[in-house]
């Protein structure tokens, strides 16, 4: 799975090019115009390379990994930009993983589950929710905060990814204790339990985030959830190898998905050349190295 993480200042170059093209705006180096909408303009960058990425490295992957933040920053311009973004990815027949790791109190909880998943209905009718395939859950505020949402993902077809040892150094310092019963197990064991009602032929719909940079817990995680399909990222910039995820895998051949951002959209700076070869070689290989 293809993560995409936009940068607005680590653009592919034929991004931002696409819209000076389009629009007779140049860019900040070359005189930016005084009243240019900065947000939209970059918005549309944005759009020209995730289209671009998308395009490149679809053939090697099941699903994009849209992290909400990165367009969230650009306000309204951005939000619309994510939903371009995930039409372009159905387009090249890619499931879409919102990963925005949202858990809140319910109420709260429902509308991000509107926002995320089928959309909701107010006084001029139904409005519709990004529709999303799959996000990212944060179980801190405990089971019904997760509810909701594992709800809206059931009823429109989707799924959900709860956080249960997540990829970042300091995931030790709360994750990994205390050391007789260690946070990481318990938040497995509601993972298993909010999954059980929706588990068909050996897999449910409730998935969990297990970091690849931790490869040694991966089998006490899945001991812990046998039916979970585990979301991998970690793999390339953070350390992460995919060779060593074996112990993620079970016997259903959907049980794992390993993601990588920066080791793909930014492969041209390794490898150089057109960004887009780039990407598409380094999709290719993480996808030789996870199933050979």
Request: glycine share 12%; aromatic share 4%; hydrophobic share 45%.
């Amino acid at each position: 799975m293809v993560g995409v993480d936009p940068d607005p200042a680590k653009l592919w170059p034929q991004a931002a090019a696409r819209v000076t093209a389009a629009t007779g705006t140049r860019g900040a180096t070359g005189g930016a115009t005084a009243h240019a909408d900065t947000r939209a303009l970059t918005a549309e960058a944005l759009v020209a390379h995730c289209g671009a990425l998308l395009e490149a490295v679809a053939d090697q992957c099941v699903a994009a990994k849209l992290q909400l933040a990165c367009f969230e920053r650009l306000g309204a311009a951005g939000w619309d930009a994510l939903e371009r973004v995930a039409a372009l990815a159905r387009q090249a027949g890619l499931l879409v993983i919102a990963d925005g790791k949202r858990g809140d109190v319910p109420t709260t909880a429902q509308a991000y589950a509107e926002a995320l998943f089928g959309g909701g209905s107010g006084p001029f009718g139904a409005y519709p929710g990004l529709g999303a395939d799959a996000a990212t859950l944060n179980p801190l505020l405990g089971r019904d905060a997760l509810e909701p949402l594992v709800a809206a993902a059931a009823a429109s077809g989707g799924g959900c990814f709860v956080l249960v040892r997540t990829s970042n150094p300091g995931a030790a310092e709360l994750q990994d204790q205390p050391a007789t019963e260690p946070l990481r197990l318990r938040l497995a064991r509601l993972v298993r339990e909010l999954g059980e009602p929706h588990t068909q032929d050996g897999l449910s719909l409730v998935g969990a985030v297990c970091g690849a940079t931790r490869p040694d817990l991966l089998g006490e995680l899945r001991k812990a959830m046998p039916a979970t399909p585990f979301l991998l990222p970690g793999v390339g910039a953070q350390g992460g190898s995919a060779q060593a995820l074996r112990a993620a895998l079970s016997e259903h051949p959907a049980s794992a998905i390993v993601t990588a951002s920066r080791t793909i959209a930014d492969a041209w700076r390794v490898l150089g050349g057109d960004p887009a070869t780039a990407a598409a070689r380094a999709a290719a290989q993480l996808r030789s190295e996870t199933w050979p």
